[in-house]
């Protein structure tokens, strides 16, 4: 199998937050990127990863507003943590949005999420392969590295491998 460039994707992560400080996160310069859900599940119990979204364009304030959480039967139970987006110097908006679009769709099947059920049916394209992701902070129960290589099914076709010494 040959190899080719990796896109590296760092996530600083912050949180926990409560549905009221997120209003306070409306800087479209630096409040836009991936944010984790947790609370209480019927099976999986307390203090769960629930879902994994994203803010493409809209600030964490905005977008997660948006989805209603209030309305959930543990309300009072829900915390956020968001995720920015961090390297040397700060990519065009269209490649920023981008990074964010690979970033959760790689976190979402990597993790499976309760919540995020729709968005499991599928196998990641071809586009995750090479994206790894490197979580940093304050990233709570996600893994501190995902890889497309692990996660995605460019590996299923390997050709047959022997472990080392039985050949």
Do not use: C
């Not at 690979?102 to 994206?131: C, G, W």
């Not at 902070?137 to 996660?151: A, D, H, I, K």
């Amino acid at each position: 199998m040959s190899t080719q460039q990796q896109l590296i994707i760092h996530i600083d992560w912050d949180g926990p937050y409560s549905l009221d400080q997120l209003k306070g996160l409306m800087d479209s310069k630096t409040e836009k990127g991936i944010y984790q859900v947790y609370g209480t599940h019927p099976v999986y119990g307390k203090d769960v990863l629930l879902y994994i979204g994203k803010t493409g364009n809209q600030t964490f304030g905005k977008r997660i507003l948006q989805e209603k959480w209030e309305n959930t039967n543990n309300y009072g139970d829900i915390k956020f943590h968001v995720g920015r987006l961090a390297g040397s110097n700060t990519p065009s908006n269209e490649i920023w949005v981008h990074e964010i679009d690979l970033a959760e769709r790689l976190l979402i099947y990597a993790h499976k999420p309760a919540f995020n059920s729709m968005s499991l049916q599928t196998v990641p394209h071809h586009d995750l392969h090479n994206v790894h992701i490197l979580n940093w902070g304050l990233f709570n129960q996600v893994m501190p590295e995902v890889s497309g290589l692990r996660w995605t099914n460019i590996l299923d076709n390997m050709p047959n491998y022997e472990v080392y010494g039985e050949h």
